[in-house]
Each structure stands twice: as C-alpha cells, then as structure tokens.
C-alpha cells in the first residue's frame, strides 16, 4: 500500500516535490477556565485522552503551580501524518507529479530532461535515480516561476478535482477528525495553535484555515526563495528555484523561533522529522507535552513506524517514555479517523 518516499524527499520538495505515484492571533493577557465544548468526542476515554484534557487543565488552571498565561499558550502541530494522512506519498508530491503530467504539453523541452521524462512515463525508479539533483530540477519544473496567486489557483484547483489513490477521498477530506477537535479544544482553551511542517508554506497555507481553523500567519514550513518583480505590467513576488528553508528536524525549533518567538507549550508530530520539535519543547522549563501520533491502524488508515520511509517513527519510538512524551495509538485511542 505504501510506495518509498522520505520527508528527505520533501526537503528538497519544499513546497511540494517529488516522487510519482499514478493517482487513483495577538491575544490580551486574560485569563480563561478549561472549557467543556463538545470536542474529543472521536476521542476513545482512556488515558490518552485524559492525560492531554489534565494537562490542559491544569495549564489553564490560575490556582495551578503549572499555569501558563494566556498569552504564551502556544501548541504546534506537525501536519504530515498528524494533522491529515501521508499515505501512500504525501500529497504534495502527488500535487508536483500531476502538475507535470497536465502541463507537459506546453512544455515541449522537458522531454530533453530525463527526470520530468521518466515521470512523464510513469518510471518512478528512473525519476529517483538522479538523486538530489533530480529532485531539485522537479522543483525548478513545477514550482519556479509561479507568482504567488498563480500558485494559490494552482493548488486550489487540484485540491477540487483530484482524489486519493486509496480512499477516493478529497486530499482536503483526508484530515483527521480526533486532531481537528483538538485543535478547537486547544483554542477554546486560550491555546493559540500553529502548523509547523517540513512541507511547503505555500502549499499548507491555501487551504489549512478552513480545514484545521488555522490562518496563514499561523502556518510555519519550508520554503523556496522568492523575488518581487514585474509580471506582465504589475509587481508580484514570484518564486525562484532555490531553497529559503528547510522545515524538518532540527530546522522546527529554528523555524519556530524565528516565525512564532515563544517556546510551545505542546508539541505534536508523527515522525522523527518531529523529534527535535518535542525536544526542543519538553526540555524547556515549565509545563509541557510532547506528543506523538503513532499509525497503528492498518484497517482505517495505514499502520506503520520503524520500516516506511514516509514519515518512519524510530528515536520517537525508543525515547517516548524517557522524555515523557504521550504515544496516541490511531487504532485504539480514536474513534474514527477522518470526518464523515
């Protein structure tokens, strides 16, 4: 079910790259009280869930020795494999791949490049096996050159019209339903909630507000360079085809330093592209939670760890209990996976 793929893939990638697969707020200083809303109701009782609603409790709690102020409650999510499905390529990858492939017949010059040429013919393997330096030209092919509202339309578009190979479900629809109730949970609750994702910034700012309730300004990822130039009697900012930021591993606590400027009180990831944000989170003074979302659940969605190279879960796995970080089993601590 799963095809090879490595969020290495998506550094490059940035925001959206490689490999083929066919397709099939500011707030005042005020103080708030937990508040009961009807969410983590696709959450199982246990003590997963309980863990996360006392530690919630308790930072919110002003006669708690472990309260944080409004104003520095801060929870950042990974977004591959946390907050939506990555499985069996993450989606951005889907997206380059089908960009190609429908813009190859205005392009006559990319049959000379053998990369886009073994997309072109369905030959995964002979994409791959350029390297980096084929993953960079499928980045310069499907990205450089795109004004910022070109690529907006561009995503958009693909999002209405493509589905997932395995579901059949919208890209935008393969979000899960036990994390968007967190995050209303966390925000109900004085958190303010950031994505923090080795994927493109641009990619995950087009749609994350009306999927996950996040606006762009809350959204940190990878990126490529940009310039503002004149397009066609207007200035825009057009991208170029060199890396700005890399998002993933030890570039989360970067990226979370230089674009939010608080230390997350919550962390939240999947994989050991999240380790570093965990860390960077759980070994700062004061209360905090690392959490990881562990895919166990191979009938309702995809179940792996230590042998996938999308989104592989191996240091998470051996040091989740000596660093004190929660591992939510899919398969018996929620519910159900997706929203109906």
Known sequence: MRQPASKLFLALFII?????????????ITETTPTEVATLQSWNDGATKDRITQFVEKTTNPSSSDFVPENKRIAVFDNDGTLWAESPLYFQLFYA??????????????????????????????????????????????????????????????LQNEKHPDTG?????MIYQPMVELLEYLRSNGYKTFIVSG???????????????????QVVGSSLKAEYKEIDGKNQVVKLPELNFYDDKGGKPVGIHQHIGETPTMAFGNSDGDYE??????????????????????????????????????????NAEANGWLLVDMANDWKTIYPN
Request: some cysteine.
């Open 169 to 173: 479900k919208a890209f935008n629809k």
């Open 277 to 318: 944000m965990l860390e960077y989170t759980t070994q700062s003074p004061g209360a905090r939670l690392g959490v990881f979302i562990h895919h166990t659940d191979s009938v309702r969605e995809y179940a792996y760890d230590r042998n996938t190279l999308v989104g592989k879960l191996v240091r998470g796995l051996d």
């Open 16 to 28: 959206g790259l490689t490999t083929y697969c066919t397709p099939k707020e500011e707030s005042q």
């Open 97 to 158: 791949v089908d960009f190609i492939k429908k813009n190859a017949s205005s392009h006559p010059e990319w049959s000379n490049n053998p990369t886009i040429k073994a997309i072109l013919n369905d030959d995964l393997h002979g994409a791959l096996a350029g390297g980096e330096k084929a993953l960079a030209e499928i980045i310069m092919v499907s990205h450089a050159g795109m004004t910022e509202e070109e690529f907006k339309t561009s995503v958009s578009t693909w």
């Open 199 to 217: 994927g493109g910034i641009d990619f995950i700012r087009v749609w994350a507000e009306e999927a996950y309730g996040i606006p762009p300004y």
